[in-house]
């Protein structure tokens, strides 16, 4: 049974940095896609970014309001990924869940085509 295993969450001051990451354990099988999502109290769980192997070919895919601020990497033979986030803003806040999927997953988006979903890491940023 596969299991992923978040760490790094926790407390950090508006316009600073946090690093949070993932490995799939028990599994056989290569991840294709790995990802990260977030979600605060009262709203929905929103896609934050993640990275896909093909081939030898790298893709990766941001929500717009994370574009230059956070950044997706990964090892595809380890079935880790990790997220570099800076300027982190009290709207970041949340609880980060990872994502994975064996699969070649064209859109990289929507949560419903993810397999594998983690417990989630608590991010807090404060004013």
């Known amino acids: 049974q596969v299991q992923l295993v978040e760490s790094g969450g926790g407390l950090v001051q508006a316009g600073g940095s946090l690093r949070v990451s993932c490995e799939a354990s028990?599994?056989?099988?290569?991840?294709?896609?790995m990802g990260w999502f977030r979600q605060a109290p009262g709203k929905e769980r929103e896609f934050v970014a993640a990275?896909?192997?093909?081939?030898?070919?790298?893709?990766?895919d941001y929500n717009d309001a994370v574009k230059g601020r956070f950044t997706v990497s990964g090892d595809s033979a380890k079935n880790t990924v990790s997220l570099q986030m800076v300027s982190l803003s009290p709207e970041d806040a949340a609880v980060y869940y990872c994502?994975?999927?064996?699969?070649?997953?064209?859109?990289?988006?929507?949560?419903?085509?993810?397999?594998?979903w983690g417990q989630g890491t608590q991010v807090t940023v404060s004013s």
């Open positions: 028990g599994s056989t099988f290569t991840m294709t896609t």
């Open positions: 994502a994975a999927d064996r699969g070649f997953l064209p859109y990289m988006g929507p949560a419903r085509l993810y397999d594998c």
């Open positions: 990275i896909r192997w093909n081939q030898g070919d790298t893709a990766t």
